[in-house]
């Protein structure tokens, strides 16, 4: 197959309908526009959502719910993660400049540590938040756990 062979398929495309040209062509005087009203209009254009006077599906469902302003999002770690990072690049010490390296985390993200998994070596870990099954298995494995 090569560029210059490409075509499309047969009776995918076609010549476009052309309105306006007289009765003969069975889409003159009024264009395949119908009669009077908006879409007969030109410059026309259905508001998103119309459907034609009856109450819109967005109007017709009831609000609920609200967005809290104060909501801080963390990146969520859990301890096997940070086990196979230390078996795999020798780390003694995890911070948000050694997860980013790694591609663990974006630059602005704020990480909490979560305790899935299993700790092995002793390793100091600073990060925004802990979860305290986290701390104890960090302590337990004779590290420790600092909040920036």
Do not use: C
């Amino acid at each position: 197959m090569n560029l210059h062979t490409l075509k499309p398929a047969d009776g995918s495309t076609g010549k476009g309908k052309r309105v306006g040209r007289g009765q003969g062509s069975g889409r003159g005087g009024t264009s395949a526009r119908g009669h009077k009203g908006a879409q007969s209009r030109s410059g026309y254009s259905r508001k998103k959502g119309f459907e034609g006077g009856q109450m819109p599906l967005q109007r017709r469902v009831p609000k609920f719910g609200f967005k809290n302003v104060n909501r801080v999002e963390y990146k969520s770690l859990n301890l096997d993660t940070l086990q196979s990072l230390i078996d795999t690049h020798k780390v003694d010490v995890i911070d948000t400049e050694v997860l980013y390296q790694h591609g663990l985390i974006s630059k602005s993200d704020l990480v909490k540590i979560l305790g899935r998994g299993e700790l092995k070596s002793k390793v100091t870990v600073k990060v925004h938040a802990f979860s305290g099954t986290a701390v104890k298995a960090i302590e337990a494995a004779g590290g420790t756990a600092e909040k920036i």
